[in-house]
């Protein structure tokens, strides 16, 4: 079936760094991409998305870019902090339902240390 | 505006028993989904609701079936549970508005332990 492709697994960086999260899709169909961010014990949070007609989109520290054409697309951390620690997940919406679901990832493990 | 809550937190059962989970939807939200998440992997899609009628499935057999009442709030069902069940079942959420009707909004989950 169709998957979404994520790497690195886990990246460590140091406060203040910038972080990168890589992702790729197989359905050429897709046309929306969000991200999440998933604390320990908690459920997954929407961070930011992307739809299609938009190839990158800004929300202060974070920003993401979308290339339709490699079908790939990114997450940008900037100025990371201690609390940015967390599991992010990529995820690419599924056009086989009739409805709207999402295929994830496989998640990237972030440690952002002091 | 109330989130997406699901109960209970936590479960356990034992293989071969039926086990049933709750949702309630963001407020102003009509359609639920339910998705699986076994330890370190992303969610997967298990099924969508809409206006109380399943409105896509995943890669799951029929013993997982649910339900949508007309509050919009959601059961999920799981009968003839196995050990492979063991996972954080995910409710999400999204809204009617069609420019956002793609969006998802997810619940803290329920872990479920089957021995």
């Keep these: 079936g169709e998957n979404v492709e994520q790497h690195p697994s886990t990246l460590s960086v140091q406060e203040g760094d910038s972080a990168v999260i890589k992702c790729t899709y197989s359905d050429s169909a897709s046309n929306y991409f969000p991200w999440y961010k998933q604390e320990l014990g908690k459920g997954p949070q ?51 339902y009739s409805g709207y679901a999402l295929n994830f990832g496989k998640g990237t493990s972030l440690l952002v240390t002091p | 505006e109330t989130g997406v809550t699901q109960s209970p937190t936590h479960l356990i059962k034992t293989r071969g028993q039926q086990v049933t989970l709750r949702c309630s939807s963001q407020s102003g939200h009509n359609t639920v989904s339910w998705y699986q998440q076994a330890l370190g992997q992303g969610p997967q899609f298990i099924f969508q609701y809409y206006r109380e009628e399943e409105n896509g499935r995943g890669n799951f057999p029929p013993r997982f079936s649910g339900l949508q009442f007309p509050n919009y709030s959601s059961e999920l069902n799981v009968n003839a549970l196995e050990l492979d069940d063991s996972a954080l079942y995910l409710c999400a959420s999204s809204s009617p508005d069609r420019s956002i009707t793609d969006t998802q909004y997810f619940g803290p989950g329920t872990r479920l332990t089957v021995l």
């Design chain 1, 46 to 96: 929407l961070i930011i998305d992307i739809r299609s007609n938009v190839g990158e989109k800004k929300d202060q520290r974070i920003a993401v870019t979308l290339n339709k054409t490699a079908k790939h697309f990114s997450l940008h951390i900037t100025e990371t902090q201690p609390e940015d620690s967390a599991v992010y997940f990529c995820a690419a919406s599924i056009t086989a």
